[in-house]
């Protein structure tokens, strides 16, 4: 017969599990937080709503629901990694959040694998959410749906670099502050709800360059025009993800 062995055997979990552990646990904290939901889901759906059956504007011809739907896809992935993540994160350095976690056997590359992580699983929520409520009002999507996953990820890498460059050098006030003003501003400057031809012809390129216009351009290109992968807009999210990224290896402060 043999004998049990109950000597403890302390030591970390594997690192994948550690880094899914608190993915989940972000994700938790993010559907909790009503503010939260209110800017990556409520109002995301709301505006598609309200633009769609209201002829509030001018779509230059078509079904509003064509046009509404990439550009709302859009604004959820900023809502998401730039300007909830930017919050979140700011404050969590403030309060020294990151700097526990960071002591823990999860390493800091892994946590923000896990923020990462997390924030591509809200995304794939939002986008359930924002393409059934399309559906249901009369969009008809024609693209392909890999090309359009393709934007989201290089608009994800793009915003979360920004979002992280902020959280990472500001005061936690200073980027509640500049996040939320930087949301309005890309809401109503980056092509979402209103068609950029709608701007200046000489402050187009301006903003045709900032990120969401690319993305929203992009996807509204493959999914209302059934165009192939606009690689205008592929280079501009490259471009800011790539310089974002690099800056925050560079500047992030963990306290």
Do not use: C, H
């Not at 994700?27 to 800017?39: C, D, P, T, V």
């Not at 979360?160 to 509640?176: K, V």
């Amino acid at each position: 017969m043999t004998t049990l062995d109950l000597t403890p055997a302390p030591g970390a979990a594997p690192f994948g599990r550690m880094v899914l552990a608190q993915a989940g646990a972000e994700i938790r904290a993010m559907l909790r937080n009503g503010e939260q939901l209110l800017l990556t889901l409520v109002i995301p759906v709301l505006l598609l709503t309200g633009f769609s059956l209201a002829p509030l504007i001018d779509v230059g011809g078509g079904r509003r629901a064509d046009f509404l739907v990439p550009g709302v896809l859009a604004l959820a992935v900023m809502s998401t990694a730039f300007t909830g993540q930017a919050i979140a994160t700011g404050f969590e350095r403030r309060y020294g959040v990151l700097k526990r976690l960071g002591a823990t056997p999860l390493s800091r590359s892994g946590l923000m694998l896990a923020k990462t992580t997390a924030v591509v699983g809200v995304e794939v929520v939002q986008a359930v959410i924002i393409v059934a409520v399309g559906l249901a009002l009369g969009w008809r999507p024609q693209g392909s749906f890999l090309a359009a996953a393709l934007l989201i990820v290089l608009g994800t890498a793009a915003f979360s670099g920004l979002g992280l460059l902020m959280a990472g050098t500001l005061r936690a006030e200073a980027t509640l502050a500049g996040a939320n003003l930087v949301y309005l501003v890309l809401l109503g400057a980056g092509g979402v709800m209103f068609p950029l031809t709608k701007f200046p012809e000489g402050l187009r390129p301006v903003l045709e360059a900032l990120p969401i216009s690319a993305l929203t351009g992009g996807l509204r290109a493959v999914l209302s025009q059934g165009a192939a992968l606009p690689l205008a807009s592929v280079v501009v999210l490259v471009v800011w993800a790539a310089l974002s990224l690099a800056l925050v290896s560079r500047t992030f402060r963990w306290e």
